[in-house]
């Protein structure tokens, strides 16, 4: 019972947050990209310390030097929940996600996707979604952004083993950036679905950027390394 009311006492706070912020800039019809992006940081916020107050989750981030204080970066990022949304809204400057054209018929919240400058991809658009995917990116990238793409595609609970996608080798060699990856360590207290079990404690760890020069594969399966064998190297703490 304590842990229902707990996650009912949480996801009040999410949702609720969530719907006023959005509304609000909705009813101040904002075009301001900045603006909606910092309103979305705002909620983030709020939400994970909810997480912390409520549901005693605590969140652990090795490797912070990594990122960036400023400027564009890509970060590659393992993705098991909602809390990887909320996450990197936080650890980031001016984060523009790479997400599914689905998010963005969401109600309310779904049509400040793209005045935030996030990047809807139609995953049904085979190659002529992945150039537009690539130049809209770039476009961000010159306006000193710093992308966040999952390269699973969708979520992978904890413990299984999803595949990484190439998508994310065309995107490093066209921007020309390295690759930060980062994995998540949600244990046995979150699954595929987002906040439905708690507490614990929350770890994500970032890694040194790959070389530019990294090759298709090996950049592949460096990813799927760090996603899916759980040990994370000292020398990145």
Not at 17 to 36: A, E, F, H, K, N
Not at 127 to 148: E, F, H, P, T, Y
């Amino acid at each position: 019972m304590m842990l229902f009311l707990r996650s009912l006492a949480f996801n009040i706070v999410l949702f609720s947050t969530g719907i006023s912020i959005g509304l609000w800039l909705r009813v101040s019809r904002s075009q301001d990209s900045i603006l909606i992006l910092q309103g979305g940081q705002l909620w983030a916020r709020i939400s994970l310390r909810a997480l912390r107050a409520i549901c005693g989750t605590r969140i652990e981030v090795e490797g912070r030097e990594f990122l960036p204080r400023s400027g564009p970066a890509l970060i590659a990022a393992q993705h098991q929940s909602a809390f990887d949304i909320l996450l990197w809204l936080t650890l980031l400057p001016q984060p523009a996600y790479v997400l599914k054209q689905e998010l963005v018929d969401i109600p309310v919240l779904g049509i400040l996707l793209p005045g935030a400058g996030f990047i809807a991809v139609d995953r049904d658009g085979a190659a002529a979604s992945l150039r537009k995917m690539v130049a809209d990116c770039r476009r961000a990238v010159a306006a000193g952004r710093q992308i966040v793409i999952f390269p699973e595609g969708t979520r992978v609970a904890p413990g299984e083993r999803g595949t990484v996608q190439p998508g994310i080798v065309a995107l490093a060699r066209s921007l020309r950036l390295p690759v930060i990856p980062a994995s998540t360590d949600s244990g046995r207290y979150w699954g595929k679905r987002a906040f439905k079990k708690y507490p614990g404690t929350l770890r994500v760890t970032l890694y040194p950027p790959s070389p530019e020069t990294a090759d298709r594969q090996g950049l592949i399966d460096a990813l799927e390394d760090k996603y899916y064998d759980q040990r994370v190297d000292n020398s990145v703490r």
